[in-house]
């Protein structure tokens, strides 16, 4: 039942990603255009219905249906107002942008001396404009460096506020969780009863502006390949839960400490059916080793190390855990114990680092390898 579940839902995630509308409606504020990443039509179903029923189609055309109208309005004495609907005909000879003539009759219930008041919309919409910080094949959703939110009540508006956002580079969760990637962010190898499986992961998380994640809950799911016990799956999940909390830095657009798209699911699958799942031992014949060994490796760490700027005399010790894989690179960085997120970041970006270590090496065969780094922060 489980598994049925994770199928059905990974397919609506799949439909949802085949979802993209590029264009959007538009607003004017103060006489400024703004895209409208929210459609207030789409907002009454009945509306929305009549509409579609009304725009054009012709025997070598359609209307596309992901994009088949933009309508223009106006905020106008605290009001947001209907001027005008234009439509996109496609498969002609050549697609067609028109406007729509006589749409009016539709809102006749909505028209207020001669103009179109949205009172059948009582939300916040939202309204962007400058540089695309980001683009979600899911669902079609946008950021913009200037943004509008406008929170309105039966067509009249309360307020507007004003959000200049920013991107902060990092890594994003669509490389991290590609199938290409998996193996070098979480270490699956540490757990032998994954081989000839292919299973599935729905992770729950909020992006801070640390550019850190806080994950609320991973299910895990085994798709094909036989069943897992309950209890392994529980271990693999808190394994992937504290992965990905460890994993910095993210790619974050924020607005001081407010984070666009702060909440997020989730979804990748693991597939050891038609590959092979590379083990990470724990105990091997030689262990991996930093070059020059341990004390050179603290000479390291206390060269690169820099105190964070933080107003507080905060001292402890970070332990992260990797796997120096067979060529001596590091991967699947976690952290095994967290001091609070400067020091963590600060603790990640030294080892990051790290010269290729010397592999550790099992009947006389590299292989790959846990390995745990101790980092303290000192005050002198």
């Known amino acids: 039942m489980k598994q049925t579940l994770f199928c059905i839902f990974l397919f609506m995630c799949n439909m949802c990603c085949q979802a993209v509308r590029p264009q959007n409606d538009r607003i004017y504020i103060n006489g400024v255009e703004f895209n409208l990443l929210t459609r207030p039509i789409e907002m009454d179903a009945q509306l929305t ?23 223009y309005w106006t905020v106008e004495n605290e009001q947001i107002v209907l001027d005008s609907i234009y439509y996109h005909l496609v498969g002609g000879a050549k697609p067609e942008i028109s406007r729509l003539k006589g749409y009016e009759k539709i809102f006749k219930a909505y028209s207020h001396h001669g103009r179109i008041v949205a009172d059948w919309v009582t939300d916040t919409l939202r309204a962007g404009r400058g540089n695309l910080l980001t683009y979600s094949n899911i669902g079609g959703a946008k ?14 508006i309360k307020n507007i506020r004003q959000w ?6 990092g890594r994003n969760f669509q490389e991290i969780f590609s199938q290409d990637s998996i193996d070098y962010w979480f270490a699956l190898g540490k757990y032998p009863e994954l081989a000839g499986k292919h299973v599935g992961f729905h992770a729950k998380l909020k992006l801070n502006s640390n550019q850190f994640a806080e994950v609320d809950t991973v299910m895990m799911y085994v798709i094909e390949g036989g069943s897992i016990p309950e209890a392994r799956c529980r271990a693999i999940a808190q394994m992937v839960k504290r992965t990905i909390e460890s994993i910095y830095p993210l790619e974050v657009i924020t607005a ?40 050179e490796m603290m000479r390291f760490i206390a060269y690169h190390l820099h105190y964070p700027a933080i107003e507080s005399d905060w001292q402890g010790r970070v332990v992260l855990q990797c796997v120096v894989e067979k060529d001596g690179s590091l991967a699947c960085i976690n952290i095994r114990k967290s001091l609070f997120y400067p020091f963590d970041a600060e603790a990640i970006k030294v080892v990051r680092k790290f010269p290729k270590f010397h592999p550790a090496i099992h009947h006389g065969q590299p292989v790959r390898c846990e390995y745990n780094i101790p980092i303290n922060f000192r005050i002198e």
């Open 256 to 295: 001081g400490n407010h984070v666009y798209q702060a909440t997020q699911d989730w979804l990748f699958n693991p597939k050891y059916t038609n590959r092979p799942l590379e083990p990470i031992y724990s105990v091997c014949d030689t262990m991996p080793s930093f070059p020059g060994g341990i004390g």
């Open 49 to 71: 219905k009549a509409l579609q029923s009304y725009l054009p189609w012709e025997q070598d055309g359609w209307t596309d249906s992901d994009n088949d109208y933009i309508a």
């Open 143 to 156: 950021a913009y460096s200037e943004e509008r939110t406008i929170a309105v009540d039966k067509g009249q």
């Open 164 to 169: 200049n956002y920013e991107k902060r580079p």
